[in-house]
């Protein structure tokens, strides 16, 4: 026994130093892209995320930045604390596979014989190595993100109740429950994936403590598990903050105290309350009623039973509590006892919340939904600002508002949902602190007959739902409804459609595909919304494959060069499957350990999947979010080793010793495989593309500049940049999305560093959330009016200056689409916007032509009152990836310096956008960084990769053509030279994007360069053309869009090359002409 502990232990930590030691090896050396930035700048400051926030990550993160000095190295210590973290995780999947394999292949009592101890650890080691080198756990190993901590959570306590298991029978062994209490408290300040492991948690407890477990109690040990992940996530993460608000209120709005006085007595309560009801349990002699009043009032104000809105289904469960403490005969003291004790160490775990209230109070720069009370805090928990989705009963996409008559108007039926208490805005300083209901939410009432039970197909975005109709198939039943005395018919989706793009899409597209990137092979790392030729999954067995994603040889180099283009033959999985069935079929012990692991793999995986209830046309691939799936899956692929081991005992009649040898060497070639697979696209090492584009961004602006921005990837770098390196924080960046709530305008008037608030004039009560002016209605009753008159009619609550609908309802709108700016020429050339030699060329006013909008919303008018009030003092930009839907047709003012847009009173000639080229030149060539791209073999993701591509197309090709139109042909060349250099072919593939390169170089005589360009994009092209020809006609349909851009790619090519080499248009004319012509001639078939 001590013998096999001492393998054990070693065994487990040289997992451990393999998975440490390759993550630390590969690890991203600076923030990467999505959320990483923000989430090392909260951990580094202290500073508020986006919700739920994970206050323990930025705490834990926050001990590993402070060993360093130097700024740049704190994203250093924060991924490497990510590696560490996940290095353990393979250290307790080790020891929780050799434990459960242990209970299989000995007899309880047992001692270890060498082939049973080599197949034991055969197991562990091939399991946890094969969940190493896994692309979804490898990719969250690496980056400073919370998934890594998360993982290390669910490894830890499913290790703990094994652990637990051991010792079950001895004295003080609840210790261990206790223990995993504890942990998953501190887990919800990471991440609540953790709490799906209580299934099998709650599995482990009942197959110990039943020596002769049944289905029925099995299945009554999964619905207690499952009510307690309820309990968890909405009783004890918004039920205690539910009743804190209650107390609040109670102490503020009737009692008159100050604010937070309510939440203080609250805790001091609480904590005493519980305490009561522990000692209680503890005492000599149990008084059992004080002990069950103690006990139900420690429930009760923890927020248990106040699940959901409401406090009647609270008061409910609270009189069944009750009910059953009184009328049992005989309660169990120990239980109660340690019930309390683990609700307790929840508790304090879950008070790492106090973090994200304590910092929103101090007003952080980054400080999302600013939860600063209990109310903002609770909206923050529950994710209100990201809305629900129906997962039972509701609406499909077709779902109709009910609508009933008001006088001439057909008026949308609705009804008051939950209030939204926010502090007053006080007019003096001597006025009572006091909270308001300062909107409540809106619910609409749906048709009954579109709703449906296990609604899949929900979103109403005309995008999502052409996507429906697609993945599903959709033909639709006719439904007839009424809707204000007009009768119309609707083409609704069957139940079985609704099912069928659950199975196609949510299932199989969203966690299949995923889990076999994993265990089978991974076509590309390209994202793929359901394409033949991008992120699908492969086996790396051409027949196979051959069927799934069409021709395997002379593939488009999109695959075959792609670093993501992984096979595993299906190995991890096959070895999986034999594990599976290994332990299932291992007697009385296989068969629990077997229900044990498939939930813990049902409720990390397709549980997910159920609860998520995703639209298609996701933004980013989701594999992160199944990570826990996985791991359990690789607790089956360790037992595959037993289950090899068997089969050559069995069919090949070898002795025990040379089957474990064989079966646990010839298994352990499969992470060696899966290890050089996926090296080349996991190692991150010296890469920093995230943190110098933010930087480029950043030194696109002048001075003291405003830089509106939209998305994750070209907002999170720049907060990381600024919050953590603190390069340029005199620039205020400013994201549009955000920029609808009040509480970010909030932010936004106050200064940042050595940034002034930003020039926004409307007052808080004028841009509250929910508020008469959150969108305003364009018409076209006047020609033009003045831009600052426009939004003076907007903020007016004179009934003069409102439409009126209804019942006393109006709306807010504009009298005209078009909307006059009077330019201050002397505050432009004061101010630097333009330099004095363009004096002559600025506009008297600007025209503002809406005439395609329909309506603005909150952020479009605050972005128009910040142009009127800030009157040039200070540059205002839009990052080049702000989409043209936030730019309020400001864009024929626009004037590009780089990675920006800058708003000039100068108009743009024609359709061509302006691009100043000399302050756009210093920045290419002398301050912009490009993140390694250069040094050979980098690995770039399709996010990265998209990124260079942007910049070679939008920055270097852009400034090269505008040099040549200005006669700077040596600049046009060093431009394009520059680009070639810091985006090399090698690493930045030739295509489109390139195109212009290829024409620049042949205007500047450099026809080698030229020809060099051109050759490698239209090799491609014709590549991927003569791919998509090969593929089956159903395959074929759906890359048609694919097809007619390769042709057209190649036709410009052709086009700019015949001017300067014809020789070269007469090598690839005949083969354009034949793709031409099979396209037409497949197209009016199609037609």
């Known amino acids: 026994m001590r013998k096999y502990k001492l393998i054990n232990n070693v065994l487990g930590w040289v997992a451990f130093l393999i998975a440490t030691t390759v993550y630390l090896m590969t690890m991203e050396s600076s923030a990467s892209f999505w959320d990483c930035g923000e989430f090392i700048s909260s951990a580094y400051k202290l500073e508020v995320g986006h919700p739920p926030g994970a206050p323990f990550f930025m705490l834990t993160a926050n001990i590993f930045t402070q060993l360093v000095s130097d700024v740049k190295l704190v994203p250093v210590m924060i991924n490497s604390m990510s590696a560490v973290f996940s290095g353990f995780t393979i250290l307790f999947l080790f020891w929780s596979i050799t434990h459960l394999a242990r209970k299989v292949v000995l007899k309880e009592g047992e001692e270890a014989t060498l082939p049973q101890l080599i197949i034991i650890m055969g197991s562990g080691l091939v399991g946890a190595l094969v969940y190493t080198f896994s692309d979804t756990f490898w990719f969250s190993a690496v980056e400073g993100e919370v998934y890594a901590f998360s993982s290390l959570f669910t490894a830890v306590v499913f290790w703990l109740i094994l652990k637990w298991e051991a010792v079950a029978d001895k004295p003080q062994a609840d210790r261990w429950i206790v223990l995993i209490a504890y942990l998953m408290g501190l887990s919800i300040g990471v991440h609540l994936l953790n709490l799906l492991c209580i299934p099998a948690i709650v599995l482990v407890y009942y197959y110990k403590k039943y020596e002769n477990p049944t289905m029925k109690g099995t299945l009554i040990a999964l619905g207690i598990s499952f009510a307690i992940i309820a309990l ?35 805790l001091i309560f609480l904590v005493a309350v519980v305490a009561w009801a522990i000692w209680e349990t503890m005492r000599p002699t149990v008084n059992a009623t004080r002990m069950k009043i103690a006990f139900i009032l420690s429930i009760a104000l923890m927020g248990i039973p106040f699940m959901g809105d409401g406090y009647i289904l609270g008061i409910l469960l609270i009189a069944a509590l009750a009910t059953y403490l009184f009328m049992s005969k005989k309660v169990a003291v120990k239980a109660l006892n340690t019930i309390m004790v683990c609700l307790m160490v929840i508790i304090v775990g879950y008070s790492s919340y106090a973090l994200i209230i304590i910092r929103a109070t101090a007003d952080t720069p980054m400080n999302q939904n600013n939860p600063s009370d209990i109310f903002t805090l609770r909206s923050y928990l529950a994710r209100e600002q990201y809305g629900s989705t129906p997962l039972i009963y509701g609406n499909n996409y077709v779902a109709e508002v009910k609508r009933t008559v008001e006088g001439r108007n057909c008026i949308a039926v609705s009804k008051e949902g939950n209030p939204t208490w926010s502090k007053v805005i006080k007019e003096n300083e001597n006025e009572k602190d006091r909270y308001y209901v300062s909107r409540h939410e809106t619910v609409y009432e749906y048709m009954d007959e579109f709703k449906m039970f296990f609604p899949r197909m929900h979103s109403q975005d005309p995008r999502h739902i052409e996507a429906y109709k697609e993945w599903a198939n959709i033909k639709g039943t006719p439904v007839t409804i009424n809707s204000c005395g007009e009768t119309r018919t609707v083409m609704k989706p069957t139940f079985a459609e609704n099912l069928r793009f659950f199975f196609t899409y949510q299932l199989n597209f969203m966690y299949w595909r995923y889990f076999m990137w994993n265990f089978s092979g991974r076509q590309n790392d390209i994202q793929g919304q359901g394409e033949i030729q991008n992120g699908n999954w492969i086996t790396g067995i051409k027949f196979i494959d051959e069927v799934l994603v069409g021709p395997q040889d002379d593939m488009p180099y999109d695959i075959v060069n792609n670093k993501g283009h992984n096979k595993y033959y299906m190995l991890p999985l096959l070895l999986g499957v034999l594990g599976l069935l290994f332990q299932a079929y291992s007697g009385k012990k296989g068969i629990q350990g077997f229900w044990i692991t498939f939930f813990l793999f049902f409720m990390t995986g397709l549980a997910i999947v159920l609860y998520l209830n995703q639209s298609p046309l996701q933004v980013r691939e989701r594999d992160y979010a199944y990570a826990g799936s996985f791991y359990a899956f690789s607790i089956w692929i360790g037992f595959g080793v037993a289950a090899v081991a068997r089969l050559l005992r069995q069919y090949l009649k070898l002795s025990p010793m040379v089957a474990a040898v064989i079966a646990a060497v010839a298994s352990l070639f499969v992470p060696i495989q899966m290890a050089s697979q996926n090296w080349d696209d996991h190692n991150r090492a010296t890469r920093t593309i995230a943190r110098d584009f933010g930087s480029n961004y950043l030194e696109s602006c002048e001075p003291n500049a405003i830089l509106f921005t939209n998305g994750d990837n070209d907002t999170f770098p720049l907060w990381y940049a600024q919050e953590v390196e603190g390069i340029r924080t005199d620039v205020r960046v400013c994201n549009t999305s955000y920029l ?301 869009n694919e097809i007619q851009h390769n042709l057209a790619v190649i036709q410009q090519i052709l086009r700019v090359s015949k001017e300067f080499n014809p020789e070269f248009v007469e090598k690839y004319q005949e083969e354009f002409d034949n793709y031409r012509m099979a396209w037409a001639t497949s197209k009016r078939a199609n037609d």
């Open 232 to 266: 968890m996530m909405y009783g004890v993460v918004q039920g205690l903050v539910e009743v804190c608000g209650w107390f609040e209120l109670f102490f503020v709005n009737t009692l008159g105290m100050p604010y937070n006085s309510g939440v203080f007595f609250y």
């Open 740 to 1040: 609808q709530t009040d509480w970010y305008i909030n932010q936004m008037k106050k200064g940042a560093y050595e940034s002034a608030p930003l020039p926004i004039s409307w007052q808080p009560k004028e841009y509250v959330q929910g508020g008469a002016r959150d969108i305003a209605y364009l018409t076209n009753g006047i020609e033009t009016v003045d831009l600052k008159a426009a939004l003076n009619f907007v903020r007016s609550d004179d009934p003069k200056t409102k439409q009126q609908v209804a019942l006393g309802r109006s709306l807010t709108y504009i009298p005209s689409q078009k909307l006059v700016y009077p330019v201050d020429k002397e505050a432009v050339l004061r101010n630097g916007i333009v330099s004095e030699e363009e004096a002559d060329y600025i506009l008297d006013e600007m025209v503002i032509d809406l005439s395609n909008k329909e309506i603005l919303g909150k952020q479009e008018l605050i972005i128009l009152d910040m142009l009127q009030t800030n009157n040039w003092e200070r540059p205002m930009y839009y990052a080049i990836t702000v989409s043209p839907d936030q730019w309020v047709n400001l864009r024929p003012y626009f004037r590009q310096t780089g990675l920006t847009y800058q708003i000039t009173p100068i108009p743009a000639q024609g359709t061509v956008m302006q691009t100043d080229s000399e302050r756009m030149y210093d920045n290419v060539m002398n301050r912009f960084r490009w993140g390694g791209v250069d040094k050979p073999g980098m690995y770039l993701d399709e996010n990265a990769l998209r990124m260079c591509r942007t910049a070679r197309m939008s920055i270097f090709a852009n400034l090269a053509a505008t040099l040549l139109a200005e006669g700077e042909e040596e600049k046009a060349l060093n431009v394009l030279d520059r680009g070639m250099q810091m985006l090399p072919p090698e690493n930045v593939p030739l295509d489109y994007t390139a195109l212009d390169f290829g024409q620049f170089y042949y205007e500047l005589g450099e026809m080698e360069k030229a020809e060099e360009i051109m050759n490698g994009i239209i090799d491609n092209a014709f590549r991927n053309l003569n791919w998509y020809y090969r593929l089956k006609p159903g395959h074929l349909a759906s890359v048609q």
